[in-house]
């Protein structure tokens, strides 16, 4: 019956989709809870491992106990699940009372959607793929002493995966590159959004900032603002809660691109189920924008000495490893990169980030850029980075916080920056 089920939900989705609509998510809400004992985290863990039968989608996982646990839950399942919660002692918060008006206020009030120039381009706006081309493209011509774009791959629908490389003076091969990317995770907006602020900030700001100058005098610096460029696209074309990338694999779609690095791939905090979130792919690498960032960053040995990849949400900075708890000799000076970086990013505005290890920061991922970064790279300073927000509005961040979250970032970037040119 389940499976009678599942099909008949592919094909709703199968025909909806090639109707060309939107995915609707009428009534479906965001709940949060946290769990105060190990009883509520393992039924937590049940719920998670059961998430297809109830039709859960997690947005953060069950991990450890305290850390709130986020999922989107349809209207039908409310009643079963309210009660399951509360023979647990489990009160869910409802962070998002309707998904579907969320996302159609983002529609209407956050996003830009015509490219116009750079002059008009509002940061403050969530934009569509063609637009973050468009803009890198003017961005390159205005300052094309400083600013270079490259084509990292193509991607499964053969899509150009393009990112810019920026410099001050004297730039080299030899001069220590800084790698970071954003939009691995299609949804996750506020990641390109931040990305982008960033950039901009660096590009813009050399010549009038005595800091941001030295820091692109000494470094080269490599940003990949859409990751996942197919699934982007498909966030904002078909269905805003996509996650993976848009391969096809018999009846779903996409790959983890973050679960699809060739370290430690498939093991704990992955899934063999290609109709899962967090499934790792057929092989090691068979995403060919996995491959090609991973072949970028192994193009020239040792010339990266950070790398970091943006997601949301959840507000941490981490480092390897995410497929063990156990640490790495080396997390002492990556953990304390960390604080200083977060202590800056806190300075800003007050937004409080947690750092340390991935594994015990937020949960078990194996095959996960960070850890592929440092293990087989040998990038000592390989990141992840959950922005904004804790889960108030999760994935669905409204677009006001996009300055506010460059700004924080930026400084918790330039802090890491200069750690590590005292530290290589
Ligand atoms: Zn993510």
Redesign the pocket.
């Known amino acids: 019956m389940r499976g009678l089920l599942t099909i008949l939900a592919y094909v709703l989705a199968f025909v909806t989709l090639t109707l060309g609509e939107r995915i609707r998510y009428d009534g479906h809400q965001i709940w949060r809870v946290i769990p105060t004992s190990r009883i509520q985290l393992d039924f937590l863990g049940i719920l998670k491992e059961e998430s297809q039968k109830f039709q859960l989608d997690f947005w953060k996982e069950p991990s450890a106990l305290h850390r709130p646990v986020v999922f989107k839950i349809p209207p039908s399942k409310r009643n079963e699940i309210y009660i399951r919660l509360g023979l647990q002692g489990l009160v869910p918060e409802v962070t998002l009372k309707d998904l579907q008006k969320n996302i159609e206020k983002e529609d209407a009030l956050y996003t830009q959607k015509s490219f116009n120039g750079l002059e008009n381009f509002d940061y403050s706006k969530y934009h569509p793929l063609s637009d973050v081309n468009a803009w890198m493209e003017q961005m390159a011509n205005s300052y094309s002493n400083r600013v270079e774009l490259f084509n990292i791959s193509s991607s499964y629908e053969g899509r150009t995966i393009t990112a810019m490389k920026i410099t001050g003076a004297n730039s080299s091969d030899s001069r220590p590159g800084f790698f970071f990317n954003g939009g691995?995770?299609a949804r996750?907006w506020i990641?390109p959004a931040t990305v982008i602020y960033m950039a901009a900030q660096l590009i813009e700001q050399y010549g009038k900032n005595q800091e941001i100058t030295d820091l692109l005098d000494e470094i080269d610096w490599y940003i990949l603002p859409v990751f996942n460029v197919d699934g982007y696209e498909y966030t904002w074309t078909k269905d805003r809660n996509w996650?993976k990338t848009r391969s096809k694999h018999f009846l779903c779609h996409g790959v983890d691109p973050?679960r699809n690095w060739d370290w430690e791939w498939c093991k704990n905090g992955a899934s063999k189920d290609p109709c899962s979130d967090t499934y790792c792919g057929p092989r090691p690498f068979s995403e060919s924008e996995v491959k090609g960032v991973a072949d970028f960053l192994n193009s020239v040995p040792g010339r990266f000495r950070a790398y970091i990849d943006f997601?949301?949400f959840s507000q941490l900075w981490m480092t390897p490893w995410g497929y063990t708890t156990a640490l790495p000799p080396e997390f002492p000076v990556q953990d304390k990169c960390s604080t200083t970086a977060t202590d800056a990013l806190t300075a800003v505005h007050g937004t409080e980030y947690k750092h340390g290890n991935i594994a015990s920061t937020i949960y078990t991922a194996s095959g996960s850029s960070a850890d592929w970064a440092f293990g087989a790279a040998k990038i000592l300073y390989s990141t992840a980075v959950?922005l904004r927000d804790t889960g108030e509005y999760g994935f669905l961040l409204p677009a006001d916080q996009i300055i506010p979250s460059g700004e924080e970032t930026l400084q918790g970037l330039l802090a890491m920056a200069k750690f590590i040119l005292n530290n290589p």
């Open positions: 691995i995770h996750e990641s996650r973050n997601h949301s959950e």
